[in-house]
Each structure stands twice: as structure tokens, then as C-alpha cells.
């Protein structure tokens, strides 16, 4: 662990990084990381094994109940979460009110809020497993509308009429864009889901837990595991990257961008990671999509970046590209603006902040850590 991740704690005082760096917090069976191999799985699976076997439904499945689904039990989830496809006119009357010009985080972060609000008459008893369920489904099913109408509020176009016959990938890009795509978006965003559905203790999946800890509503959990996505180190570090892209232009000046970004120390978007000290999985499986994209769009440009920029991360400082430095290029392939790319992000996650949440209900202990205090000693008095 790095001295600034440290803390020098006296005798009979427990050690713990800073930010809990390196620091087991409590014990999960949902998702199992190694850092050092780029492992990930799910339940078991593995990322590889998932991807391209399955969609973003059977792995909410098995995030949420352990399990990848029988075909009728596929069928009945499917169904209820299809069912709890809404966008309530409150939400819409919301959604008018937020500037154009707001970042889509706080719009959303703002409307599942208020979809939990508008629970009034919910009874205060009402923390049990079916409640809980019918709210995971209604967040899950209303968070990629509610992404979609701010989008089509703030481009002045039409929400299309919400449908019962699409999946998950394939109604959101049909909501965005007002027509189905074709099948190999619908795949390739559900590919995207999948991968960026759960990571375990990150910070905004730690936070829901924390938060649904105190026994309040899923509705506190999700706002706040969105506020704490929104933010440059965690899932806001995605909208850097195209940016970052078309700054350096040429594959001739990656070098020089990057020495002087590195001589400033200034953190290049989209490499390293607090986890994956090799490899991250997932930034491989995209790999691979971002080069069939180039093929078939006839442009390496974003492929040619990519890779020029993690040759020389990798030469100069044994750092390696993470999620986000390919999901970006791909979500740009497929025409999304770069400020969709973190919501979107928020709603694969969902999937594994719900499945946390469900977990951390179980666990029945409220977090509650300590601070070692190393302000004014005691005894101050007011003159
Ligand atoms: C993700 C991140 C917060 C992890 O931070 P971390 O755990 O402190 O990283 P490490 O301990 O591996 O850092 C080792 C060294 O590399 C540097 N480093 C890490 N990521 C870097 C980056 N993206 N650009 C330049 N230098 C970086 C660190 O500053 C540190 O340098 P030091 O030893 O001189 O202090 C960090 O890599 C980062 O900010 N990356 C860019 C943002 C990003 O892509 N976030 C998405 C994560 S999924």
C-alpha cells in the first residue's frame, strides 16, 4: 500500500488504508475479483463465460437471486419487469423543469428520487422482500426511460411510446433514438450492460449498501450509489475520454501529449485501476468490440489512439486501460453523446447495486465505522 494510502494508527488500533484501501469490509457472494489475475465473475461465472451466452436479464437474475434463470422463471422476470416499464407524469413534469444544459446524472439522480417520493402512502412497516422486489423491478425497469425522456426533452424531440415487446438494450436505444436498432447495437449495448453490471466494493455500490444499512428505502440506496457514480474517479471518468481522444488527433501525437500530461501529473482518463493491477477483463472483451466497430465502420482512428496511449502507459508507468478507455470509443461508435455514457453506466449497475442492497438487508448491521481523531485536543474553551 502506497504512504498516501496509510494511516499510522497507535497500539491496539486496527489498521485500515485510507478510502479503506486493501480493507475487507464484510463477506458477499456476488462478485468475485482478482486484481492480479483479471478475474471476474459473477456468482461464479465469468465475465467471458457470460458475455455472449446470455443478456442483461438472466445476469440481473443472478446478481439478484443467485441464480441465472430457468427458462419459465426467465419468462415470469422478464414479464414483471417489462410490466414495471412507467414514466409517471410527475417524473415528466420533473424532467421539464431540469436545465438542458444539466449534467443527465442530476437528472436522474433527481427523478429516482422523486419516483421514491411518490410512494407517499407506502407504509413505514413496508422494509420486506416483496416490497423490496417490486421496487428493484420499478427502479431497474424506469431508470433507462427516465435517461432516454431527459434526452429527448433537452433535443426538443418526441418520448416515444414506451414498449412491452423489446429487451432491456433494445427498448433503451429505441426510447433514445425513436426507432429499434439493429440487432448488432441491441447485442453490443447489451454487452455493455453485462460487463458493467456489478464490480463488487466499488464506491457507489459501497455506498448503497451503507446507505440501505440504516434500513431505509431502496429508493435513498440508488440516489445515492448515482451521486457517487457521477464523479471523475468512479463512473464520470468515461465522458473524459473522447475528449482526451480527439485532443491528442494523431496516433504521432500521443507521445507528446502524454509526457506532458505525465511531467504536469495530470491523470490520463480511462487508465488504472483501484482493483486490476494487470489486465482489467472487461477493458479486453471491449477491445475486441471497438476492433470489429472499426472494421465495419472503415475507421481505426479511435483503435489506433487506444492502443498508442496503453502501449506507452503501460512502458512508463505499469498502468493498465480500464473499462472505460474502450467503452467510451464504443458508445461513440454507436452514436451516443459522452454525457449519456455515465448514466448508462448507472443503468447496468443498477443491476448490481440492487443485488448489494438485497445482500446488505440480510446482513442486519448498520455500517458504522470509526475516525481516528487528530483534531484540537479536548478541553477548548469558548473566550
Ligand atoms: C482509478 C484510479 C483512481 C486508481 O487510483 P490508485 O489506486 O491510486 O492507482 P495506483 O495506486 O495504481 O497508482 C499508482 C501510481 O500511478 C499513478 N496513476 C494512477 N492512475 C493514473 C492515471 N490514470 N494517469 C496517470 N497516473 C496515474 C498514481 O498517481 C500513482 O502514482 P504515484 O505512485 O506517483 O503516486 C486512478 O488510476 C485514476 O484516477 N484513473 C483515472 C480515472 C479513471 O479512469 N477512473 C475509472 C476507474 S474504473
Known amino acids: ?18 478510502g479503506l484501501r486493501g480493507t475487507t469490509v464484510d463477506s458477499s457472494s456476488i462478485c468475485h475479483i482478482e486484481g492480479d489475475k483479471g478475474l471476474l465473475c459473477y456468482r461464479g461465472y465469468s465475465i467471458e463465460e457470460l458475455a455472449g451466452k446470455v443478456n442483461y436479464e438472466d ?3 443472478l446478481l439478484w437471486y443467485g441464480e441465472l434463470p430457468s427458462p419459465t422463471e426467465r419468462e415470469a422476470f ?11 407524469n410527475e417524473i415528466l413534469a420533473l424532467l421539464k423543469t431540469i436545465p438542458t444544459n444539466a449534467n443527465p446524472m442530476d437528472a436522474i439522480r433527481t427523478s429516482i428520487s422523486m419516483l421514491g417520493a411518490l410512494e407517499e402512502n407506502t407504509p413505514p412497516d413496508s422494509f420486506n422482500d416483496e416490497v423490496n422486489n417490486e421496487r428493484a423491478l420499478k427502479i431497474l425497469a424506469n431508470l433507462p426511460i427516465i435517461v432516454a425522456a431527459f434526452h429527448r426533452i433537452r433535443t426538443d424531440k418526441p418520448i416515444p411510446e414506451i414498449r412491452h415487446d423489446l429487451n432491456e438494450a433494445a427498448h433503451f436505444l429505441y426510447l433514445l433514438t425513436g426507432k429499434v436498432p439493429n440487432p448488432n447495437i441491441i447485442s453490443t449495448l447489451d454487452l455493455l450492460y453485462i460487463l458493467q453490471a456489478e464490480h463488487s ?14 434500513k431505509t428505502d431502496l429508493y435513498s440506496a440508488i440516489t445515492a450509489a448515482i451521486g457517487s457514480l457521477k464523479g471523475p474517479l468512479h463512473g ?11 485532443d491528442i488527433g494523431s496516433v504521432d501525437n500521443v507521445a507528446p501529449w502524454i509526457h506532458d500530461k505525465l ?7 480511462g487508465i488504472g485501476h483501484p482493483v486490476y493491477k494487470t489486465y482489467d477483463p472487461r477493458a479486453m472483451l471491449l477491445k475486441n468490440v471497438l476492433n470489429e466497430f472499426s472494421e465495419e465502420l472503415e475507421n481505426d482512428t479511435w483503435i489506433k489512439l487506444s492502443n498508442a496511449i496503453q502501449q506507452i502507459m503501460l512502458e512508463e508507468k505499469n498502468l493498465y486501460a480500464n473499462i472505460d478507455f474502450y467503452s467510451a470509443p464504443v458508445y461513440h461508435s454507436l452514436g451516443i453523446p459522452s454525457d449519456l455514457f455515465t448514466p448508462i453506466f448507472a443503468i447496468a449497475r443498477t443491476g448490481g447495486w440492487i443485488a448489494h442492497a438485497f445482500e446488505q438487508i440480510k446482513n442486519k448491521s448498520i455500517y458504522r465505522p470509526k475516525a481516528k481523531y487528530v483534531g484540537a485536543p479536548s478541553g477548548k474553551k469558548v473566550s
Open 236 to 246: 464520470g471518468a468515461n465522458q473524459g475520454i473522447i475528449p482526451m481522444l480527439k
Open 201 to 214: 466494493f466499488n464506491n457507489s455500490t459501497f455506498s448503497s449498501r451503507v446507505i440501505i444499512s440504516s
Open 59 to 61: 445476469v440481473v437474475h
Open 78 to 88: 422478464v414479464t414483471k419487469m417489462r410490466a414495471s416499464r412507467m414514466l409517471p
Open 263 to 269: 511531467a504536469k501529473k495530470e491523470l490520463i482518463m
Open 1 to 18: 500500500m502506497s504512504e498516501k494510502n496509510s494511516i499510522t494508527l497507535e497500539q491496539n488500533e486496527v489498521i485500515l488504508g485510507r
